[in-house]
């Protein structure tokens, strides 16, 4: 079955921009939607097919997916940001997550 | 705004059984379906399945294949989830959430705390 694998951490600085990647076979050619959750608190969708923003999500949070990594990136990175990110795909009738990356907002 | 509210936290005896329900308000239950998905005390996401609003057929996870139910009351808009032969392992938040029609999880319930304790 296709797994994710998410860099288990990332530091970023603030104002600097912030990669998290997610890595799987030929994910490049599914739908890659990301989740931020805040120590806490609720899961929230923050990118949907790739590059799509809910209404409410900043436009520093953008995403892409290409061969067999998709990316969210976080531009002018807020304190705000600190959070586990999860990337999230639909394979073969199931949902497969990434294991979570945690970012940390110098 | 679409909201899901789920059932208060629970504890469980190990072998017990528990049943969460989420009850969606707005317009979420005209969404493809309902997802399931859980998180252990410092774990990430786990999925457990899903549930169609339209259809009623439901799709589990290989991990929980025989010990859960999901099902969906049109009229209340209602949905549920029940874990059967409960042990420690299964202490978590259980989270609902609408499942759209590219498979994301676009609004989420507040989670429910399942603890598993004898």
């Known amino acids: 079955s296709l797994e994710l694998t998410q860099p288990l951490s990332v530091s970023v600085a603030l104002g600097q921009t912030a990669t998290i990647t997610c890595e799987g076979n030929n994910i490049g050619s599914k739908n890659v939607h990301w989740y931020q959750q805040k120590a806490g608190q609720v899961p929230a969708l923050v990118i949907y097919r790739d590059t799509k923003r809910p209404s409410g999500i900043p436009e520093r949070f953008s995403g892409s997916n290409s061969g067999n990594t998709a990316t969210l990136t976080i531009s002018r990175a807020q304190d705000g940001d600190e959070a586990d990110y999860y990337c999230q795909l639909w394979d073969y009738n199931t949902v497969v997550f990434g294991g979570g990356t945690k970012l940390t907002v110098l | 705004q679409a909201q899901l509210v789920q059932s208060e936290g629970e504890v469980q005896k190990p072998g017990a059984s528990v049943k969460v329900s989420c009850k969606s308000s707005g317009d979420t239950f005209t969404t493809y379906g309902f997802t399931w998905v859980r998180q252990a005390p410092g774990h990430g996401l786990e999925w457990m399945g899903w549930i169609s609003t339209y259809s009623g057929d439901t799709n589990y996870a290989q991990n929980f294949q025989g010990r859960v139910t999901m099902t969906t009351d049109s009229s209340t808009g209602t949905s549920y989830m029940e874990l059967r032969s409960l042990t420690s392992d299964d202490t978590a938040v259980y989270y609902c959430?609408?499942?759209?029609?590219?498979?994301?999880?676009?609004?989420w319930g507040k989670g429910t705390t399942v603890t598993i304790s004898s």
């Open positions: 959430a609408s499942f759209g029609l590219y498979f994301y999880m676009d609004v």
